[in-house]
């Protein structure tokens, strides 16, 4: 059977069919299941970080080197020719003599298809500004499909910052797919993007915004926490709601037996360390459904057959 992501760019969800999102799901699972260490063999990947990453380059730079591969790169853009003036199309150039792939995380909305357009090999983007995340996307699907059975139909609670997280913009857009229904708890001034709410509106998902963290865990399947940014509050504003998005082991005792926590990480104050021993914590094993997201990305972007 063709790998339809054969040679693909990797730069939104939104850019991503049904079918495909579901092969890179069950081909992360398989990896999981069956590791593999010959599908990258010769092959040489550039990792490009123009801004500092722990998770998503450490877990990237793991998953080429479990396929049998080769990273080449940098971590900080301040160490690049960026900081001389080089653009992106140029970079991409370079770049792409060089290797068989390039990961690229930059600040700048829009960045990861400026790489693309110009790159002689597929791009995957990991994190371009407020925009886009698609393999931390793909590795909550993992998620959520390994602790539920399911992706189709399921109550998802999204909780912290909504509008300038990337992770929850992504999620969104992938599970509507599968009909699923959302509840929505921030603060106001951090409330879902209404071009998320206008998608889910035009797929038929039902949302609705909750005002307590306790409505939610009673409600939901998931839950996805997310860190609330203290800089984009002033003194007197984040005193209002400091403590009210934070969750703790004792607001649990009426969830469901499937709910399951996650949070991209990293953590702050929003789960308290108690959380972490309950059955509910899910989120470091959603870290390392990192490593496996990214080799499943990576597998079939580059090899025909898998």
Known sequence: MPNPLYRQNVISISDLTTPQLELLLHTA??????????????????????????????SFETAVQRLGGKVIGFSDGASTSAKKGETLADTARII???????IQRHPKDGAA????????????????????????????????????????NLKIAMCGDLKYGRTVHS????????????????PPSLAMPTYITEELDEAGCRYQVMSSLEEAIEWADILYMTRVQRERFDEQEFAKIQGKFNLHASMLGNAKDNLRILHPLPRVDEIHPDVDSTPYAYYFQQATNGVYARMAILSLI?????
């Open 29 to 58: 699972l398989d990896l999981k299941a069956r590791p593999r260490s010959d599908l990258l063999a010769g092959r040489l990947i550039g990792s490009c970080f123009f801004e500092p990453s722990t998770r998503t380059r450490l």
């Open 96 to 102: 792409s003599s060089y290797t068989d792939a390039i």
């Open 302 to 306: 580059l090899n025909e057959e898998v």
């Open 113 to 152: 298809r400026v790489l693309a357009e110009f790159s002689s090999v597929p791009v995957i983007n990991a994190g371009d500004g407020t925009n886009q995340h698609p393999s931390q996307t793909l590795l909550d699907l993992v998620t959520i499909y390994e602790t539920q059975g399911t992706l189709s």
């Open 171 to 186: 999620l969104a857009q992938a599970l509507k797919r599968w009909h699923c229904e959302f509840a929505f708890v921030s």
